[in-house]
């Protein structure tokens, strides 16, 4: 089995997809290679997603060695219809040319958002949304990637990037990133869409839950305010104690949380190799970081 990628940073950071300029719900954790705990990075009038994508794309011209998890869905399900927007002739044949159409449809709209797609008319038919179930959405909990699937089946709580209803839910989220995607095409690559280069920084999707999981967190509690639960999670995952934080909220301690898990499970080849992720799935779904 090939050997692990070898990182020197890790970054992980909780996502918004609120269509305003600074989304409350954007956070960065950052940590080196070794124990010590993660620190949150913030401007000092927050984070925007555009502010993020010039982060992220500084470190992919300075090609440091980073690993960045990124808490969001880079695409729809693909697999189950051989199509992520069945009965659309335009819809996308991967996942880069997903970035692409989402690119494309919502160039106007500002602050990264994605009104305009989810609006299109061909592409509403597919998400349910507030006051409008597009007649294609499938019902339900409404269509999973195949590593959503696998998600479930480690007893998480996957939600459908096609619904966009509640507060739970990942699909505008998931859009947005999508644009932050496309302007990082060439710049830094994201697993498993793009090879593994032997330098600089790579983007992997996360989910959150999974590091609260492997801190000891149980399902249904899993959200931290206050600084001895987080330093208590924090050693579970070989960390050290953290710098103590002005406020403690779900963004913030979910981003510290995460990477220290993503440092410790980059170190796991299994989860760069998912015995189920084909190579069809890697370049229509790609897969979520850590599962299996």
Wanted: hydrophobic share 45%; aromatic share 8%.
């Amino acid at each position: 089995m090939n050997a692990t990628p070898r990182f020197e940073h890790f970054a992980v950071i909780d996502w918004s997809g609120q269509a305003v300029e600074r989304p409350a719900g954007l956070a960065l954790a950052h940590a080196r290679a070794g124990d010590d705990a993660p620190t949150l990075l913030r401007p000092e009038r927050g984070w925007s997603r555009a502010a993020l994508a010039q982060w992220i794309a500084d470190h992919g011209r300075a090609a440091t060695r980073m690993l960045i998890g990124m808490d969001l869905s880079p695409a729809f399900p693909f697999v189950d219809h051989g199509s992520y927007f069945p009965g659309w002739d335009a819809s996308p044949p991967d996942a880069h040319a997903l970035w692409d159409l989402v690119e494309a449809l919502s160039a106007d709209d500002p602050h990264l958002s994605v009104g305009s797609f989810v609006s299109h008319p061909q592409a509403r038919r597919h998400f349910r949304q507030h006051r409008d179930c597009g007649d294609l959405f499938s019902g339900g909990r409404g269509r999973f990637r195949v590593c959503e699937h696998g998600q479930a089946a480690m007893r998480l709580s996957p939600y459908s990037c096609f619904n966009l209803v509640g507060a739970a839910q990942v699909g505008k989220s998931s859009l947005t990133g999508m644009r932050v995607l496309h302007r990082l095409r060439n710049i830094v690559p994201v697993w498993p869409f793009d090879p593994v280069p032997g330098n600089g920084p790579v983007i992997v999707e996360i989910y959150t839950a999974l590091a609260a999981r492997a801190a000891g967190l149980r399902k249904g509690l899993s959200k931290i305010r206050d600084g001895m639960a987080l330093d208590a999670a924090l050693a579970a995952l070989d960390s050290r104690p953290h710098v103590p934080l002005a406020r403690y909220d779900d963004h913030s301690t979910d981003a510290l949380l995460t990477t220290a898990w993503l440092r410790r499970a980059a170190q796991d080849v299994r989860l760069w190799h998912p015995a189920t992720m084909t190579r069809e799935i890697a370049r229509t779904e790609g897969w979520t970081f850590g599962v299996l």
